[in-house]
């Protein structure tokens, strides 16, 4: 498979900015492989609605100025309708555990949650703050206004709040006991 697909995947999939030496660190290339492979990119994304973001040494994917437009139109759109059951869902994650990384509520819910995750910090339901232990990510956090929307004054007045936490705490720890099981599974029929 070309380098400039599986970059173009991992831009699509991660939502984020990624540094140029992640990529090449992920892909096991060079980074001038890396480089350029983007060059490449850019050029077949020339005609279309996306866009390469670079700034520093971080790329995203992004859209083309001349759909501003529409996009402003779709936003509007996106933050007059009901939150749906995958905003529900992430909210309840951010709410239960009262805050979690991205890579969290993607394991929970069992998919990509970036754009979920956008929505609602554009409608002011969550924000993000830098973790403390690790900078290079975001904790989503509830905000006042959700709350308030909610009408709790503190998270611990959720429903069933005990419980619920206890439920996503272990399937949580469910999920990381099955993937070291696995892994060791994996190590042990590769050394065999």
Request: net charge positive; charged share 20%.
């Given at each position: 498979m070309d380098l400039d697909k599986k970059i173009e995947v991992i831009l699509f999939t991660k939502g984020e900015p990624v540094t140029i030496k992640k990529l090449a660190s992920f892909l096991d290339v060079f980074i001038e492989d890396i480089n350029e492979a983007l060059g490449v990119l850019e050029q077949k994304l020339s005609d279309r609605g996306l866009t390469l973001v670079c700034k520093d040494d971080k790329i995203t994917l992004g859209t083309k100025s001349n759909f501003s437009s529409l996009l402003e139109k779709l936003h509007k759109e996106e933050l007059n309708k009901e939150l749906s059951k995958a905003s529900v869902e992430t909210i309840s994650i951010i709410l239960?555990?009262?805050?979690?990384i991205r890579s969290e509520i993607d394991w929970i819910r069992g998919v990509n949650s970036s754009f979920i995750l956008r929505?609602?910090?554009?409608?002011g339901l969550v924000e993000k703050i830098t973790d403390p232990n690790d900078n290079r990510r975001f904790i989503y956090r509830p905000t006042f206004d959700l709350l308030s929307y909610l009408g709790i004054t503190k998270i611990e007045e959720l429903p069933n709040y005990a419980e619920i936490k206890a439920q996503i705490t272990k399937r949580q720890d469910d999920l990381i006991k099955d993937t070291n099981i696995q892994m060791n599974t994996n190590e042990t029929n590769n050394t065999n």
């Open positions: 239960y555990k009262n805050g979690a929505n609602l910090l554009i409608r």
